[in-house]
């Protein structure tokens, strides 16, 4: 795989009230990916920014919703999110502060 293809996988981490509880409970992180991105591709990433060990990737499709902007319709676009787990003892610093 391609380095720079790796750098361009992840988009940003999904931080909401479920995944920090997944994150603390059984190692699961969840990433906001590009659309054509694979479980390989995502394995790598992860591995190769975080330092850590993955244990497995699942990918789902998220369809966009229908939304209505000042009274025509219009629709949200379509992503696609990573559940990644991580082998256990280890931990994935979203915001980069330092342990203590």
């Known amino acids: 795989m391609n380095k720079n293809r790796l ?23 969840v990433f ?3 659309k054509d991105a694979n479980k390989s591709e995502v394995k790598g990433a992860v591995e190769m920014l975080f330092d850590v060990n993955v244990e497995s990737v699942r990918i789902i499709n998220v369809k966009g919703k229908n939304k209505s902007f000042r009274q025509r319709l219009g ?11 991580v082998r256990e003892g280890q931990v994935i610093d979203h915001l980069g502060s330092e342990s203590a």
Do not use: C, F, Q
């Not at 750098?7 to 992180?29: A, D, Q």
């Not at 629709?75 to 787990?85: E, F, I, N, T």
């Open 75 to 85: 629709r949200r676009s379509d992503w696609k999110k990573a559940y990644v787990r």
């Open 32 to 34: 906001r990916v590009i």
């Open 7 to 29: 750098y361009k996988v992840l988009l940003s981490p999904r931080i909401t009230e479920k995944t920090t509880r997944m994150g603390e409970e059984s190692n699961h992180y």
